[in-house]
């Protein structure tokens, strides 16, 4: 699915619920209003499509050093 | 040739708030509540609508994106849309991606739509028994104006 999604949809987030494409939205937040319309409280997927995978980055959470005692 | 920002609410946090701006860090006062697209499906559905849940962010230069407590999240019942990488002490670990509204009650900046904040363990609490819930992240502070004066000890954030 993912090849699929990167050729036509690329930059473009995901909707998606078990294994089936619902559609591709231009806002994270376009996705979610549509996927709580459908499928209410229930669980589904919002995914940005592409090529690398996002990672959060925050390395004072990391290190324990947010209320560190030095 | 000037440049002047359109300035409408402040926020001015100073010594006289609590210990030094070195020991706490910059906090501001926080409401975390539920997305407008879930809170008019509950409304629809005639359910409760849960309270905003209170508490302090601390303005984190360092974070590319806001993070949250999950406890916020599961007292809220905001069912998590997305997993994400994360750095932790221990490697590479999995955070779950909420949305929410904030609402920053001394800004009057009410019920800003966030499309993904980080679900991470990060409550606790300041010696003045403030209970910090929330990391503001680079994705948030990209609307704000902050100065953090260090010698004064104190820190203004501007909308």
């Given at each position: 699915?993912?090849?699929?999604?990167?050729?036509?949809?690329?930059?473009?987030f995901?909707?998606?619920?078990?294994?089936?494409?619902?559609?591709?939205?231009?806002?994270?937040?376009?996705?979610?209003t549509?996927g709580v319309k459908?499928?209410g409280?229930e669980?589904?997927l919002?995914?940005r499509?592409?090529?690398?995978?996002?990672?959060?980055?925050?390395?004072?959470?990391?290190?324990?050093?947010?209320?560190?005692?030095? | 040739?000037?440049?002047?920002m359109?300035?409408?609410?402040?926020?001015?946090?100073?010594?006289?708030?609590?210990?030094?701006?070195n020991?706490?860090?910059?906090?501001?006062?926080?409401?975390?509540?539920?997305?407008?697209?879930?809170?008019q499906?509950?409304?629809?559905?005639?359910?409760?609508?849960?309270?905003?849940?209170?508490?302090?962010?601390?303005?984190?230069?360092?974070?590319?994106?806001?993070?949250?407590?999950?406890?916020?999240?599961?007292s809220?019942?905001i069912?998590h849309?997305?997993?994400?990488?994360?750095g932790?002490?221990?490697?590479?670990?999995?955070?779950?991606?909420?949305?929410a509204n904030?609402?920053?009650?001394?800004?009057n900046?009410?019920?800003?739509?966030?499309?993904?904040?980080?679900?991470?363990?990060?409550?606790?609490?300041?010696?003045?028994?403030?209970?910090?819930?929330m990391?503001?992240?680079?994705d948030?502070?990209?609307?704000?104006?902050?100065?953090?004066?260090?010698?004064?000890?104190?820190?203004t954030?501007?909308?």
């Amino acid at each position: 699915m993912k090849a699929d999604l990167l050729n036509n949809h690329e930059g473009k987030f995901a909707l998606i619920r078990g294994e089936e494409f619902v559609g591709a939205y231009d806002s994270a937040q376009n996705a979610y209003t549509e996927g709580v319309k459908r499928f209410g409280c229930e669980s589904f997927l919002v995914k940005r499509i592409s090529e690398q995978e996002e990672v959060y980055r925050n390395q004072a959470l990391a290190l324990g050093l947010l209320h560190a005692r030095l | 040739m000037a440049y002047f920002m359109p300035v409408f609410n402040f926020f001015h946090w100073s010594e006289k708030h609590g210990r030094t701006l070195n020991d706490t860090g910059a906090l501001v006062s926080v409401e975390i509540g539920i997305p407008s697209a879930l809170k008019q499906h509950l409304s629809e559905k005639g359910l409760p609508i849960p309270a905003a849940v209170s508490g302090f962010a601390l303005v984190d230069t360092g974070a590319s994106a806001t993070a949250v407590d999950d406890s916020v999240f599961t007292s809220l019942g905001i069912p998590h849309f997305d997993e994400i990488a994360t750095g932790t002490p221990h490697g590479q670990g999995n955070s779950k991606v909420y949305p929410a509204n904030i609402t920053f009650p001394g800004m009057n900046v009410t019920d800003m739509p966030m499309e993904r904040v980080i679900g991470c363990q990060l409550r606790w609490k300041t010696h003045e028994d403030q209970e910090i819930i929330m990391l503001m992240g680079r994705d948030l502070l990209q609307y704000f104006l902050f100065v953090y004066n260090g010698p004064s000890s104190d820190v203004t954030l501007f909308y």
